[in-house]
């Protein structure tokens, strides 16, 4: 039975495994909310300028959060902070569910772990990228992450297909739009604490394993972030990463799917099953990419296949008709994701062992925190209907200077299995 299994699967432990499970059941929320979210928020009495800045702050809130967690997983353990974070997604989701004050759902969002994107924020990625890194083999680190991406789309483009069906289902009953929006609220909050409990399962085996491990590093400024002898690398990547995130920031899943109802008029249950495609086209794309990245190496798979789907977003807009807007979209799903697990897997290569938690933290919050701004920008124009095309030339343009800078600082770096 075993023999059947892709090689990636029969490497990994019984920790392995529950990490899998615990990633596909989180991007299954996120991929729920994501769908309804701004229709959720705007039900609640806020304008387009509001939920720009609201999602901002949101991400700014998990930026800081998952930085302080991730630099110190290693040494305060990683279950204990997963769990952590599990509790704050579940705190958020009711938040949310319970209150349409602004403050008050600044406050939530802040101190809480919501994902406006479908995409993954908090401490967790980075907690289960190190744990993972630890035991399995370096050659199939790259086909590892693959498969966790396509279980993480797979898993996101459900949550966005269940959301679309739950809100179709729950029309023919008395709720009003926003009490539909609102079952996915708490079912998000449900899922987190779903999660917490799952967590509690982890070994001792998912920790740093040795004493000098954990306490690798010198008493510095750099060692406060849980990086000394990596710096350098992290500093740089996570320069980029912002960059990269900071365009992306300007089509998250949840406004690309009110931009859809905006040009369009399309409805959230059809929203639903598009983004469904799009992420089921965007994890199954990730497989590929790690049979790429063993012909090519990670920084120029991440690169060659980055470039033509942030051509393919530019033209979104472009298109005059719903159809062709959708297979634009769907065929620039089926390219961009390809970058996320060589990525993931560049970064574990390229830093010390102990180091691994504390640089993915970091180039993860890099990562949030370049998306934390953008939907700011967003909000105001989406307020104008002259400008609601603008976010998608603006994100095309910047991710292709970002696939050219990381080519030119990173192409002779290479990972200890390419040299």
């Not at 406006?116 to 990228?129: A, K, R, T």
């Not at 690798?216 to 912002?242: I, N």
């Not at 390219?335 to 060589?342: A, E, G, H, N, W």
């Amino acid at each position: 039975m075993t023999a059947l299994l892709p090689s990636a699967f029969r490497v990994l432990t019984c920790d392995g495994y529950l990490l899998f499970l615990t990633r596909f059941i989180r991007l299954f929320a996120y991929g729920s909310l994501s769908v309804v979210l701004v229709f959720y928020l705007i039900g609640l009495g806020l304008n387009a300028s509001q939920t720009g800045l609201l999602l901002t702050l949101t991400l700014v809130g998990d930026t800081v959060i998952s930085l302080y967690l991730t630099t110190r997983a290693d040494r305060m353990g990683r279950r204990r902070i997963l769990i952590v974070g599990a509790i704050l997604m579940a705190a958020a989701g009711l938040a949310f569910a319970c209150t349409h004050n602004l403050v008050l759902l600044i406050i939530a969002g802040t101190m809480g772990v919501i994902s406006p994107s479908g995409n993954e924020v908090g401490p967790f990625l980075s907690i289960e990228q190190a744990a993972l890194s630890h035991v399995i083999p370096d050659r199939s680190r790259t086909e590892v992450f693959a498969w966790s991406t396509l279980a993480g789309s797979v898993a996101a483009a459900l949550g966005a297909l269940f959301a679309g069906m739950i809100t179709r289902v729950l029309e023919k009953s008395t709720l009003t739009p926003v009490g539909m929006y609102r079952v996915v609220v708490i079912f998000y909050a449900v899922i987190g604490a779903l999660l917490a409990i799952l967590f509690l399962r982890l070994s001792s085996a998912a920790e740093v394993r040795s004493p000098e491990e954990a306490s690798a590093f010198p008493g510095t400024v750099k060692s406060f972030f849980g990086v000394g002898r990596s710096h350098r690398v992290v500093v740089k990547l996570s320069s980029l990463f912002a960059l990269d995130s900071f365009a992306g920031g300007f089509v998250v899943q949840s406004f690309a799917a009110y931009w859809f109802y905006l040009r369009f008029g399309v409805n959230p249950a059809t929203l639903g099953v598009i983004f469904f495609w799009a992420n089921i086209f965007a994890g199954i794309s990730a497989l590929l990419a790690a049979r790429l990245a063993a012909r090519w190496g990670l920084i120029n798979t991440m690169v060659v296949t980055h470039l033509p789907s942030n051509i393919l977003l530019i033209l979104v807009p472009l298109v005059p008709n719903l159809w062709l807007a959708i297979i634009v979209l769907l065929v620039r799903f089926s390219i961009s994701q390809m970058d996320v697990p060589t990525r993931q897997s560049y970064i574990m290569a390229v830093v010390s062992k102990e180091e691994r938690s504390a640089a993915a933290g970091i180039t993860g919050v890099a990562r949030t925190t370049g998306a934390a701004i953008s939907p700011l920008f967003v909000g105001f124009m989406f307020a104008q209907p002259s400008w609601i095309n603008v976010p998608f030339f603006i994100a095309g343009t910047l991710k292709i200077l970002y696939d050219l800078l990381l080519y030119r600082e990173f192409v002779a770096v290479q990972p200890p299995e390419e040299q």
